[in-house]
């Protein structure tokens, strides 16, 4: 496999192949938390809808904290040999234990590949689990579309998989060793402790790939697995340290992580919302003519994508906001407070994200101001 990757290197894109999957150990004390829960599952109202495609509601599924790691999560077949672990939509609590994001899988007649690992090491192990219930075929690949837990804290999990290579952008590298990743494994930690231990200790560990993408903005590499085709995109850095993008060429399914959000809105804490809008942008000229898009919340969607369109619409709104608030001389707090889109208020996680998402745009556009 090395030697694919290295020829495709050399014609299309670089990539960086280290020896082995490195484990880096994270092992901060839990956070004291001063706010409460303002938007997690709710077990009164535990469901699953029977279909992950064009889904008007999203699962409300508890997790079980006594569930053993080699039980199989749900898990939604979307295309012939395509399936799609469909997370709620909510904050990590302790019901739904870190299950919010959505995750898949391939089985080709080679092999396995993973598109994201959900977000801990233990629904990391269960995943495995549930791929086991559908093949006994060895798990080739794990595609990270980017390092923020909901998509990546599960990855140590395969890391162990005898013959696996793990892919991401080269940005995880940098975020897995610095300090930032610090604060979100202690905040995971404070509320479901057990499900974050990743090794022998009862300690976190984060992963450093083999396969590291990097070079231009919309560079691709391409995976040849079976009868299957993954086209892996590198979308830069819009929403993390480092986006991924990839279609499933035969099945025709694009996997959108975090570029576009269904039926909740987005979370800027790091990336680039300008970038965001030109990679929307680049998606609907790219992939808009694709049979299936899987974003990394909500259910997956067909055409015509009005995800796309809607996460499109919420960037661009609270842009205008914020660059008015500039513009008028607000500071930032003055602007945070009125930030407010009232069209987006009942849109799971606009309580939740909307001011934070406001301070993070407010302080991009003043940069973008000095460039
Ligand atoms: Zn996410």
């Not at 697995?225 to 819009?238: A, D, M, P, S």
């Not at 809105?265 to 300008?274: A, Q």
Request: zero cysteines.
């Amino acid at each position: 496999m090395r030697r694919v990757v290295w020829m495709l290197w050399l014609i299309w894109m670089p990539v960086q192949v280290f020896g082995a999957i490195e484990r880096v150990t994270v092992d901060p004390p839990p956070l004291e938390l001063e706010e409460p829960q303002r938007f997690g599952t709710d077990p009164t109202r535990a469901w699953m809808p029977k279909s992950a495609i064009d889904s008007p509601r999203p699962p409300e599924y508890v997790v079980a904290a006594d569930a053993a790691d080699d039980e199989p999560l749900p898990v939604f077949q979307i295309a012939p040999d395509t399936w799609m672990l469909f997370g709620n939509i909510a904050e990590v609590d302790p019901n739904n234990r870190g299950f919010n994001g959505n995750a898949g899988f391939v089985v080709t007649d080679e092999g396995v590949v993973v598109i994201d690992a959900l977000g801990t090491p233990r629904l990391g192990r269960r995943m495995i689990a549930t791929i086991r219930s559908k093949t006994d075929k060895p798990i080739l690949y794990l595609i990270i579309t980017h390092a923020h837990p909901d998509h990546f804290y599960g990855a140590v999990a395969f890391a162990d998989l005898p013959g696996i290579h793990i892919v991401s952008h080269e940005g995880t590298e940098g975020y897995v060793r610095s300090e930032r990743i610090e604060r979100s494994v202690a905040y995971r930690k404070a509320f479901i402790p057990g499900d974050m231990r990743a090794d022998a200790q009862g300690r976190f560990q984060a992963i450093v790939p083999d396969i590291l993408i990097g070079g231009p903005r919309y560079g691709w590499l391409e995976l040849r697995v079976g009868e299957e085709v993954f086209r892996i995109y590198n979308t830069g850095t819009h929403h993390s340290h480092g986006d991924l993008v990839v279609h499933q060429q035969k099945a025709d399914i694009a996997w959108v992580s975090d570029l576009a959000f269904n039926g909740r809105v987005t979370f800027m804490g790091d990336g680039h919302t300008r970038e965001m809008l030109e990679n929307l942008d680049w998606l609907m000229r790219e992939l808009g003519d694709v049979k299936l898009m899987v974003p990394g919340h909500g259910s997956a969607q067909t055409a015509p994508f009005p995800m796309v369109a809607r996460t499109r619409a919420y960037i661009e709104a609270l842009r205008a906001k914020m660059a008015a608030a500039v513009e008028e001389g607000l500071d930032l707090q003055e602007a945070v407070d009125a930030a407010d889109l009232p069209e987006w208020r009942n849109v799971r996680l606009y309580r939740l994200n909307h001011r934070l998402n406001a301070n993070f745009v407010y302080r991009e556009l003043e940069q973008e101001l000095f460039e």
